[in-house]
């Protein structure tokens, strides 16, 4: 119940723009400078903040138009910002802050077929890379306009947030946007509703499979502040942290990988407490990383 109040009230911060009710525009003033963590689209009327996909994707669009100088800031101000997430909370974020992992909590407690959704060889493993590699770097970097500008090919035709929170909330603020409604719309409609349906039945399908931040937070996981660490001695071997993990994750062996979504359920739920949460001090941190 903890993590459900923590995940509504970040949910409300990412979107604490109530000015759209008298606008009816989306919020572009001096907070739109800074990403929140979670995946939470720019274009949402609510939207108070950027989205960390979106600046990232911006960069690689515009790498070809920029200025020397505006390049090298926008580098750093991208890799301070992904660092100190990652390094602070890693995928803590994708379990407790981000308003689409929420949405997907909430998505499966509808009362329907559940069942753990594993394709062949368990290639799913690699969509994620996938969807980050091409969608959100090779092809804004590669593909541009006469301008030499790129698409943000993520945004525009995946990401089911924007689909959600952009796409079906403007059209209800603005009903002249359904004469623009076009084949883009349809796409990531279809998209947006398979996922929806994937939530249903697969818990947080989504952040498993395909989330680009999620796999950028979770690459961060091992030398992250906030780890789960394992007592062997404590286990009784009842395997009750791996049936209620929404990652369906190998426990103790992937208990701090890149899947794991930090929801500390493995913790809350092992009768043994043989799950703990620490915070890892930053000169211990490296201290470890050297040993290894």
Known sequence: MK?????FFSTLLHN?????????????????????????????????????????????????????????SSFFYILSFFLLFSLFLGRFICGWLCPFGFFQDLIYKIPFLKKQINL????????????????????????????GYGILWFCKYICPAGTLEAGYFNLILQHSLFSLIGFTFYLKSFIFFLFFFLCLMDLRFFCKNICPLGLIYGSFNNISFFRLSFNPNNCNLCKMCEKVCPSNLSIPEELNSINCIRCLNCLKICPTKAIKLEIQKPYELFSDQLKK
């Open 3 to 7: 993590r459900r109040w923590f995940q």
């Open 120 to 147: 062949p060889f368990q290639i799913q493993r690699y969509f994620k890379f996938f969807f980050l590699f091409f969608f959100v770097i090779i092809l804004p970097l590669s593909v541009v306009n006469e301008l």
């Open 16 to 72: 604490s723009y109530s000015g759209f009710l008298i606008t009816h525009n989306i919020y572009t003033g001096f907070l739109k400078n800074f990403c929140a963590p979670g995946l939470n689209c720019y274009s949402c009327p609510a939207s108070s903040f950027a989205c960390p996909l979106g600046i990232l994707q911006n960069f690689f669009a515009s790498i070809r138009v920029l200025s020397g100088q505006v390049l090298v």
